[in-house]
């Protein structure tokens, strides 16, 4: 099994899917497609191509940390810690904040997914119709 043929599927895989996996359903996505293929070549891989910089690794609160292709649009997710759901937010909205900072401290931020934790309108609606007694 080459390495290179390993990097290419994880990168079709994250390219088609456009969104987040995690190791562990990468491994299994892969192995489909490639049966030979054992979970340490495809973790090796997965850290390769992370400081190869070619994708983003993110803790979303699940427990597992999730992969995405680093050329995907810049985005950050809104999770909810009660329902485990997520919302993406487009860069746009989050740029004024970083040009405020960037301009306040100097910095150049290289930060391109965020992920803000907190409670979902749906769980928040729950919460008012269940008070505490
Ligand atoms: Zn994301
Ligand atoms: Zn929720």
Same mark, same amino acid.
């Given at each position: #099994? ?6 290419? =599927?994880?990168?079709? +895989? ?7 996996? !995690? ?22 891989? +997965?850290?390769?191509?992370?400081? =190869? ?6 803790? #979303?609160?699940?427990?597992? =940390?999730?992969?995405?292709? $680093?050329?995907?649009?810049?985005? @950050?997710? +809104? ?7 997520? #919302? ?5 909205? $989050?740029?004024?904040?970083?040009? =405020?900072?960037?301009?306040? !401290? ?6 391109? @997914?965020?992920? +803000? ?17």
């Amino acid at each position: #099994m080459r390495a290179s043929s390993v990097n290419t =599927a994880i990168l079709e +895989l994250l390219g088609q899917e456009h969104t987040h996996l !995690t190791a562990q359903a990468i491994y299994e996505n892969i192995r489909e497609r490639l049966p030979a293929v054992n979970p340490s070549t495809v973790y090796r891989a +997965l850290e390769r191509l992370t400081h =190869a910089g070619k994708i983003s690794v993110s803790d #979303m609160g699940s427990g597992a =940390a999730v992969f995405e292709l $680093v050329s995907n649009k810049p985005h @950050h997710h +809104l999770v909810c810690q009660n329902c485990g759901k997520t #919302m993406v937010l487009p860069h746009q909205s $989050v740029a004024p904040y970083f040009d =405020a900072i960037q301009a306040a !401290t100097g910095y150049k931020i290289y930060t391109n @997914h965020l992920i +803000l934790f907190g409670c979902c309108p749906d769980c928040l609606a729950l919460e008012k119709a269940q008070p505490e007694e």
